[in-house]
């Protein structure tokens, strides 16, 4: 029993010993730290904030566009309707979306009656044709008597007249019969021109009015798009120039100035340009007239300032960019905006040519940051910028 207590009292001894001798370590090696710790600052200095890579503006050459949108629209839409009234319509042809020729019949009134008069007017001819053999008859024994004194010159005089009477009334007939002849051939609604049926109102069994509409005709399939343009944009807009427009829903297709409006509008200051579409394209690409299009009139080309999309940010609304000084603070500064164009963008306003600007990774930066510039990754700067990252959340 005696030695147990013996034993247990050595090993209390020597623990107590042990984390004496580790608490002086200890201190020690807190004090080195403390007084190594001012220098080894006033050494570094501010610690950047991430690692980042610069890039410059480039000057370009781009090709210069006006973008617009409006209205596809027929080029031109003819109202189709008969020239007769009062007659039935008893047959309808053709329906929306039909392509019809030139002087198709479209549409059938009903001809019962005008064939009639038609009839009678012929009778009226063969009539008065066979007065004007008799009255011809007439003068020409007028005229073989009255030399001779053998009929007196008072009725040759009548049988010359009768003559002529009977010549103005066979006149009369045959205008009367081509007259009834053209009603005849309108009570056929033809087409007057080559296109496609856009509205069809006609209904069969309606009795019709003379210019009633029957049908709507986009003449030889034309369309256009009427393209709204700011007012500042419009003396730069000449006929001829080459337009690219994607329809709604559609895939994109030239088309070609052919006349810019005389006036604005009062109220948007935009003007109209029409542009004329091809018929076989403008059907591949799905362009119908009342739907719409946004597209852009091509100017040529145009120097420019051009940077990565990636060196670009979007905040509040506005776009800015992180420009690095000389002592590796950066500044944000607000730019504008133009096209854009594969992944570089335009600098329309507010960066220096000079400037040296944070190509990617800005979206973790604030304005007055400190940065450490590196060489752009010859990869893809997506990973570094993760790397990046992981170093400024694990200072």
């Known amino acids: 029993m005696t030695l147990k207590k013996t034993t247990w009292a050595g090993g209390v001894v020597v623990v107590v010993l042990a984390v004496g001798v580790i608490w002086l370590f200890t201190r020690d ?8 710790t001012p220098a080894a600052k006033s050494a570094s200095g501010p610690k950047a904030a991430l690692s980042v890579s610069t890039v410059r503006p480039e000057s370009s050459q781009w090709p210069a566009a006006v973008t617009a949108t409006g209205s596809i629209a027929a080029w031109q839409e003819t109202v189709i309707g008969p020239e007769l009234s009062g007659l039935r319509l008893v047959e309808v042809r053709v329906n929306v979306g039909d392509v ?34 008799e009255a011809k008859a007439n003068a020409d024994r ?30 009369s007939a045959k205008a009367s019969l081509q007259s009834n002849e053209l009603r005849l051939s309108q009570t056929q609604v033809v087409a007057s021109d080559d296109g496609v049926i856009s509205a069809r109102p006609a209904t069969v069994g309606t009795v019709v009015q ?7 005709l986009i003449r030889q399939h034309r369309l256009e798009w009427r393209a709204e343009v700011p007012a500042a944009d419009l003396l730069r807009v000449k006929p001829r120039m080459a337009v690219h427009l994607t329809p709604a829903g559609g895939q994109e297709m030239q088309g070609t100035v052919r006349m810019v409006a005389p006036t604005v509008d009062a109220g948007t200051r935009n003007g109209l340009v029409y542009v004329d579409l091809p018929v076989q394209a403008g059907a591949r690409a799905g362009a119908r007239a009342g739907s719409f299009a946004t597209g ?15 060196a670009v940010l979007l905040r509040d609304g506005f776009n800015y960019v992180f420009i690095v000084g000389t002592d590796h603070k950066v500044t944000q500064t607000k730019i504008s905006v133009g096209r854009r164009m594969q992944d570089r963008i335009e600098i329309t306003k507010g960066l220096p040519a000079q400037a040296e600007v944070v190509s990617s990774g800005g979206v973790f930066l604030a304005d007055g940051d400190t940065v450490r510039v590196v060489p752009a990754p010859a ?17």
């Open 29 to 36: 090696d807190d004090k080195a730290a403390d007084s190594a």
């Open 100 to 133: 019809v020729r030139k002087g198709q019949v479209l549409a059938v009134l009903q001809r019962d009656a005008v064939q009639s008069e038609v009839n009678a007017a012929r009778a009226n001819v063969a009539q008065t044709e066979a007065n004007l053999g």
């Open 142 to 171: 007028a005229r073989v008597l009255e030399p001779s004194e053998a009929m007196s010159a008072q009725e040759a005089q009548r049988a010359y007249t009768a003559e002529k009477t009977a010549a103005a009334q066979v006149a």
């Open 210 to 216: 003379a210019g009633q509409e029957l049908f709507r």
């Open 296 to 310: 852009r009139l091509d100017m040529g080309t145009a120097e420019g300032l051009t940077l990565p999309q990636a």
């Open 379 to 395: 990869s893809s700067p997506a990973p570094a910028a993760s790397a990046s990252v992981a170093g400024k959340a694990q200072p």
